[in-house]
């Protein structure tokens, strides 16, 4: 069965102290692995798409990897305003649901000045 | 560029009635999605239009729930009737096409409480 599990469910962590995020995926044929940002009463914001191993991308203070088992959001030096649901979501090469993103459960990020 | 627009916003019923929903997409995005998100968990998808036919509703509990996209453009969802565990964020997101390439831009979402 294909699974989307996220680590850890919740973290706080106080302004300038670096840490990373942890998705890991046990799915057949991954087209893209998608990392989102949620604020409270609002939808999902795009943030990364990565592709295949190796592959890093940044953005401002986050920066996404990718290995064949899992993905990591590092936040370098978090802000308050980082605070927020960081979701992550896979693709999967399959026609009939192509376009399907399968998400996990999210971290809920607090960062305190 | 207009993001995804939803309404209403926020509605509350009791178990039994119906309610809908409504998103209008991002001009010129052929690929329409609707996702229910549980308080505490991502969004599920329930069901995907290219265009204004549908390409996977596997999820889609299709004895309480029916959608429909007119015309391209525009969508509604509709449950009826609602059960209690219906509560949740149903989430409207469109993109350009199906492809992993081009990114899913989510609406605010209708939060529903069914009583």
């Known amino acids: 069965e294909d699974q989307v599990t996220q680590s850890p469910e919740a973290l706080r962590l106080q302004e300038g102290e670096s840490s990373s995020l942890n998705c890991s995926y046990t799915?057949?044929?991954?087209?893209?692995l998608f990392w989102y940002r949620q604020d409270p009463g609002k939808g999902p914001e795009f943030l990364f798409t990565?592709?295949?191993a190796g592959e890093e991308k940044e953005k401002e203070r986050l920066k996404a990897t990718l290995t064949k088992k899992e993905s990591f959001l590092h936040i370098t030096a978090p802000k308050p305003e980082d605070s927020a649901t960081y979701l992550c979501?896979?693709?999967?090469?399959?026609?009939?649901?192509?376009?399907?993103?399968?998400f996990g459960r999210g971290t809920q990020l607090t960062v305190w000045p | 560029e207009a993001g995804v627009a939803q309404s209403p916003r926020y509605k509350i019923i009791e178990k039994r009635q119906s309610v809908a929903f409504w998103c209008n997409p991002i001009s010129g995005h052929a690929t329409l999605y609707w996702y229910q998100q549980i308080l505490g968990q991502g969004p599920k998808l329930l069901i995907q239009f290219q265009n204004n036919g549908v390409v996977d509703d596997s999820q889609l509990p299709k004895d309480r729930f029916s959608a429909e996209r007119l015309k391209g453009v525009d969508s509604t969802l509709k449950i009826q009737p609602a059960k209690l565990e219906d509560s949740a964020v149903y989430l409207c997101a469109s993109s350009l096409t199906r492809d992993s390439w081009n990114e899913q831009f989510f609406g605010p979402g209708t939060r529903l409480t069914v009583l």
């Open positions: 799915v057949s044929g991954l087209r893209g």
């Open positions: 979501a896979v693709q999967l090469d399959r026609g009939s649901t192509l376009g399907r993103l399968y």
């Open positions: 990565l592709y295949s």
